[in-house]
Nanobody, 121 residues
């Protein structure tokens, strides 16, 4: 059974930094891509950043230059380094991974449980 377990959320003042982690466990053949999404109260869940198996990254315009996504393929873990945080970054952050369990299997989406990030002004 595959699980994504997140850690690293919390409360921080504006201008501060946080680092989120997402570890995938279980029998996994391949993960591609991995990504972070966020959802603020009353709003839809939006993509924040994603990274492919080859290391190609993409970011939402609102976080470019402040957030960095990275991955450790050997550990099936990926990260979101968040710097220069703003109050508008406050949301529940979810990790997402498209995972293939075997060579013959199709890719399937998995989600973490979500972690709260609160940025105070």
């Amino acid at each position: 059974q595959v699980q994504l377990v997140e850690s690293g959320g919390g409360l921080v003042q504006a201008g501060g930094s946080l680092r989120l982690s997402c570890a995938a466990s279980g029998i996994i053949f391949n993960i591609n891509p991995m990504g972070w999404y966020r959802q603020a109260p009353g709003k839809q869940r939006d993509m924040v950043a994603s990274i492919t198996a080859g290391g190609s990254t993409s970011y939402a315009d609102s976080v470019k230059g402040r957030f960095t996504i990275s991955r450790d393929n050997a550990k099936n873990t990926f990260y979101l380094q968040m710097n220069s945080l703003k109050p508008e970054d406050t949301a529940v952050y979810y990790c997402n991974a498209r995972i293939k369990l075997a060579t013959w299997a199709a890719y399937r989406d998995y989600w973490g449980q979500g972690t709260q990030v609160t940025v105070s002004s």
